[in-house]
């Protein structure tokens, strides 16, 4: 089909994915499943499980770790009890942190100065330019060879908010990463 706009995913009955899964005239079998090759798992975990699990498994150091929360507002929450930062803090130990940190529902971040992380590289965020809420970014480590693909993060608001980058690795294919809205 070549490239697909988010128009074409609000208008092109081929790219309704939710009509071609709930069509019963097309029988959907295991092997239509989209993520069916994925070797990753992903878990819901609360803090203290999570940090339990952290302290507990030996993480190798080849392993690309990913954060996700749904943050409502990160400026105007960024120093309230519990911050961000303190529950980075509970979870990073003296042997692991995430390596990709992705906030969803962030409302306007542009212009906060106080957005650091140390260790990691400037927040890189897309936010809604017709009101406050929605939006998305990522904080990414300093020793991660990244950048910005623009060409794939489409950001139409209230409908589909999305950032997506590149990882380099050395001796190995490249990986895309993305948070949505």
């Not at 070549?2 to 009955?13: A, C, H």
């Not at 709930?22 to 092997?31: A, C, L, R, Y």
């Not at 090759?37 to 507990?56: A, G, H, V």
């Not at 060409?151 to 990986?175: A, C, M, Q």
């Amino acid at each position: 089909m070549g490239e697909v706009s988010p128009d074409d995913i609000r208008t092109n009955q081929m790219c309704d994915l939710i009509s071609l899964y709930q069509d019963t005239e097309n029988v959907i079998t295991d092997n239509d499943y989209p993520f069916q090759y994925s070797p990753q798992t992903c878990n819901y975990y609360d803090p203290n499980e999570l940090k339990l699990m952290i302290d507990t498994n030996s993480l190798h150091e080849n392993v690309t770790s990913y954060f996700h929360l749904n943050y409502r507002g990160l400026s105007s929450n960024w120093d309230l009890p519990p911050t961000f930062q303190s529950l980075l803090c509970d979870l990073h130990g003296d042997k692991f942190n995430f390596d990709i940190l992705g906030l969803s529902e962030i409302f306007r971040t542009t212009c906060d100065i106080r957005l650091i992380l140390p260790g990691y590289h400037e927040l890189v965020s897309r936010c809604r330019d017709d009101g406050p809420r929605g939006g998305v970014d990522l904080f990414i480590r300093k020793n991660i060879n990244d950048k910005i693909r623009e060409d794939i993060s489409s950001f139409v608001p209230h409908i589909f908010e999305s950032l997506f980058i590149e990882i380099s690795y050395s001796g190995t294919k490249n990986v895309i990463i993305g948070i949505m809205y």
